[in-house]
């Protein structure tokens, strides 16, 4: 433990807006891999959230190895993964239309930082994009080669790309993951051409789901997930990088998901049915308040 507390990143200041006033908010257990406890800080004066002592980049691989970790798989067994794989087709078609709705032009460069396995890219070349992917799994990276001839790129990649030559960015749950939170906007902000759209999903720690589960809401995921948004606190980092706002969606389908999730945590008797049945009430609740969606997918442009 002594080695691994020398490759802990220990926030002093909030990334948000510079508080030093960090208070303890929830202690969260890493369910997926190593049940260790990791503590939730919350800025006192922006109310943004941060997982505290998270494993810097280079330690934190293991914590990403899990059998569970099924966005990098093609398994089917159970539930969850079933629901979870009918859950992409479903998104992949709304993750295009929303591209191609809010993109000024019908094709262009389009750069996914956080590609995974390839999935939504593919889709967006037979969409006649001209598409880039950055992933840093190099089985991820393997696979969408293997299925798509789709040669995806590791991390650094990011910092080598020319000023202004992206039309559209899209970051599908990938922010919450870096380390380098506010270097990341600057990139993003560099790379982007001046009539570029940026598309950034993220878990919504305002949603319904997050206020029921707390503790044991899935989408805090520690250690893996580092920033924990609510719309007011992305909406200021936004600005503070040069962004502003041309719309937020929610992403309806995240509640189900989470929820079952969530309840697996909580070592719930029937968790995936009981998941399934919460989802359906947040999903409701949040058709009337959709800023309370599990997750938000905020579409940010260059301040003019
Ligand atoms: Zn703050």
Redesign the pocket.
Known sequence: MDDKAQHRIHSQV?P????SSLLPFLSCTDYLTTKEVFEICK??????ALTQDFPSEDMIAPYYEAPAYISHTDTHKGIVNSLYHLARKMALKSKSKLVTHYASQKSGMLLDIGSGTGYFLNRMKQLKWIVTGIEKSESARAYAKQKFNMDCQKSEYLYDIPAKTKDVITMWHVLEHLEHLNEVMDRLHTILKDDGIAIIALPNKDSFDAAYYKEFWAAYDVPRHLWHFSPSDFLHLADKHNFQLIDIKPMYLDAFYISMLSEQSKGSFMASICGLVKGGIFFLRTLANKKRSSSLIYILKKKQ
């Open positions: 909030c948000v807006c510079g508080s800025c006192k004066q922006c109310g943004f």
